[in-house]
């Protein structure tokens, strides 16, 4: 996929005082990760990244990893958590409308190889 951080971005988000990065480890060993960027006073949070190992798939790590993301936006006031995701990522696309995120529009041509994405939200006010 085209579609994944940079080395450069994913320090930089490790670095800034507007975001945090939830990282899921089995055993010691990292098996996913979830990015989240915050604006000052924002009610709105944005879930930037959500990746898991293909070998973990199917663990509950995805739905832990997104969980955890809601009450992080949660503990920084946001009230609402947005999100975009690849058009053709139909195990993402279930995981994020099984957990009560609704599609509010369509981005063409979002990702690097031309792929669209679903835009989705979840009101996460009263987790």
Request: with cysteine; hydrophobic share 40%; charged share 25%.
């Amino acid at each position: 996929m085209t579609d994944r951080m940079s080395a450069r971005s994913f320090r930089h988000l490790v670095t800034r005082a507007q975001a945090d990065c939830l990282l899921a480890a089995v055993g010691g060993k990292p098996v996913g990760y979830a990015a989240l960027f915050y604006r000052r006073r924002a009610r709105v949070a944005r879930l930037h990244s959500l990746a898991v190992d293909p070998a973990a798939h199917r663990s509950g790590i995805g739905r832990a990893l997104l969980e955890a993301s809601e009450a992080a936006a949660r503990s920084q006031g946001a009230s609402v958590l947005r999100l975009a995701v690849r058009q053709d990522n139909e195990r993402a696309t279930r995981l994020y409308r099984s957990s009560g995120y609704r599609e509010i529009g369509v981005e063409p041509d979002y990702y690097a190889d031309g792929m669209a994405a679903f835009t989705m939200e979840k009101n996460i006010a009263s987790g």
